[in-house]
């Protein structure tokens, strides 16, 4: 039996969806971690207006990183745990399907959130009037990445008892280059110039991934369930 | 040629060839490495603008320098690894992670104390050396991702999709960072331009270059025999082996 | 030869202390890599020839208890 990619994305996006929902608290804490780090920066370095607007681009984009990289485990960890992502993978449909619909739920649960929360935050580090709709646009194209990327960590460490501390250490100097280009679009909305030239080697760097990652992960995790 | 490469296929056949090669490395970087250093330090002339602190260069260009050659062969490794299923390359891959990270390691503390005197701080954010930084986190994270492995075979291929991933990422990082530094550079911080090689700097240089390189090889050759007999230690080959060195 | 003394060569022209930092650095860190490496294949060894030695241990015990049993 061959299921149709767009039936087999689906269901699949669908039941990871419902997962989510019943277990709330895997989408509330990664948000309340990356407002409650957020806000610690102003309690570290101190409440001048200034010296927070300086930081502010960065300060949001690193606490999205970290956040990202808590609520990644639960991509593939609960289904590896109870066989269900062995079965997954004997589906009659290639890898890339399953994969893809996994990473866009786990977008949709704690990249999506994170979007809708970061302009509020902009507001406690007295970010830049002018830099609000680059900051929600550098998230925008910026956070699929990070799930993308991520997702080939976690295949990789989800056979192991202590992945958390090793996935970090996979996982992050990846995330740079995302990291580099956002807080640069949102400097440069700060100063009125364009940045449109960033917004779009950040959307090169998403479609690569979109291209490239699911297969790393595939053949990641075939290793990991062995 | 296929022909001609098959037989090293066999781990025990390139366990014995990789043996008879280490005298034969070692030997020659001693050489390269005593002429090209002892040229570099003593015949060498000093660089007008930086003094004798440019020999310095003859360690940290070839450091740099091995340290992303070998990062590429590793992703090679995994390419053939994962490719070819070859075990064989799983093996150079747990070889060449400590040696590139030493050498990562190397370039990086070289080029902090050829800094200090420079920009008069140990570490500036400068491009090459950020890079340098990364370079060395990727390679942690492929060590720490094998040792993480209590399965041989399993670490061999998660390190293979890691340093493949890595290499694709590693230019991209690069320019990143290069793109970065340029947009914050601080006026304090007078960059230092790569020394214009003279011929009486560029031998020295080639020489030391080589002799470090044949020192990784002899250091990979080193660990790759250790990973081959720990991978097949139930064979009776290697059985035959151990009871000769007990 | 660039440098007339050796006490100049040491000093090399005042970045004396960072030059030698480096390549003391530099020895250091291949010195304790090159140890490494080279102990690591006779390590291996041992561990095998201990496994093989259990091992052995383990068949005479069963061997033993064979012939008690009949």
Not at chain 2, 56 to 72: D, E, K, N, Q, T
Not at chain 3, 19 to 35: D, P, Q, R
Not at chain 3, 60 to 70: L, P
């Amino acid at each position: 039996m061959q299921l149709s990619y767009r039936r087999a994305f689906s269901t699949i996006l669908k039941r990871d969806l419902v997962i989510a929902f019943r277990h709330r608290d895997d989408i509330l804490n990664p948000i309340l971690f990356f407002i409650i780090v957020v806000s610690l920066f102003p309690l570290g370095v101190g409440p001048a207006a200034n010296t927070l607007m300086k930081i502010a681009p960065g300060v949001i984009w690193v606490a999205a990183l970290l956040s990202t990289l808590l609520s990644l485990e639960r991509l593939f960890k609960h289904d590896y745990n109870d066989g269900s992502l062995e079965q997954l993978l004997l589906m009659p449909c290639p890898t890339f399907v399953l994969v893809l619909a996994k990473i866009t739920a786990h977008w949709l649960i704690t990249g999506l959130p994170l979007i809708i929360i970061a302009p509020f935050l902009g507001v406690l580090l007295n970010l830049n009037q002018d830099s609000y709709v680059a900051l929600m646009l550098s998230l925008l194209l910026g956070t699929p990445v990070l799930s993308l990327l991520g997702a080939i960590g976690v295949a990789l460490t989800v056979g192991l008892k202590k992945g958390g501390v090793l996935l970090s250490l996979l996982v992050l100097p990846l995330y740079i280059p995302v990291l580099i280009f956002a807080t640069g679009a949102i400097d440069a909305a700060s100063m009125n110039l364009p940045y449109n030239g960033h917004l779009a080697i950040i959307a090169a760097l998403f479609f690569g991934s979109l291209t490239l990652a699911p297969f790393a992960v595939g053949s990641a995790l075939k290793v990991s369930t062995n | 040629m296929w022909k001609w490469l098959h037989p090293y296929a066999n781990p025990e056949v390139s366990y014995h060839f990789t043996g008879k090669l280490i005298p034969w490395f070692a030997v020659i970087s001693a050489i390269l490495l005593t002429v090209g250093l002892g040229m570099g330090l003593l015949f060498s002339p000093a660089d007008y603008q930086q003094g004798e602190s440019v020999r310095l260069f003859y360690l940290h260009v070839p450091a740099a320098m091995l340290s992303m050659g070998l990062y590429l062969g590793m992703a090679i490794a995994g390419l053939t690894a994962l490719v070819w299923q070859m075990k064989l390359a799983e093996s150079s891959i747990a070889a060449l992670a400590p040696v590139g990270a030493t050498f990562t390691a190397i370039a990086l503390l070289t080029g902090a104390a050829w800094g200090k005197p420079m920009w008069g701080a140990w570490w500036v954010w400068d491009a090459r050396l950020t890079s340098e930084l990364i370079l060395l986190f990727l390679y942690f994270g492929v060590m720490a991702l094998q040792n993480a492995f209590e399965d041989k075979a399993l670490a061999g291929k998660a390190a293979s999709i890691l340093a493949l991933v890595g290499v694709i990422n590693l230019p991209i990082i690069h320019y990143s960072v290069e793109w970065w530094n340029t947009l914050h550079q601080g006026a304090t911080v007078s960059k230092f331009e790569k020394p214009s090689m003279s011929i009486d700097m560029l031998r020295p240089f080639l020489i030391s270059l080589f002799g470090f390189a044949f020192l990784a090889g002899t250091l990979v050759c080193m660990r790759f025999r250790a990973d081959i007999i720990e991978r097949n230690s139930m064979r009776p080959w290697v059985k035959a082996l151990a009871k000769e060195h007990n | 030869m660039a440098f007339d003394s050796f006490s100049e060569f040491l000093n090399m022209g005042g970045y004396g202390f960072y030059v030698w930092l480096s390549y003391g650095f530099t020895a250091l860190l291949l010195v304790l890599l090159t140890l490494n490496s080279k102990g690591k294949d006779k390590r291996i060894f041992k561990q095998i020839n201990k496994r093989l030695k259990r091992e052995e241990k383990l068949k005479q015990v069963a061997k033993r208890n064979a012939k008690q049993d009949t």
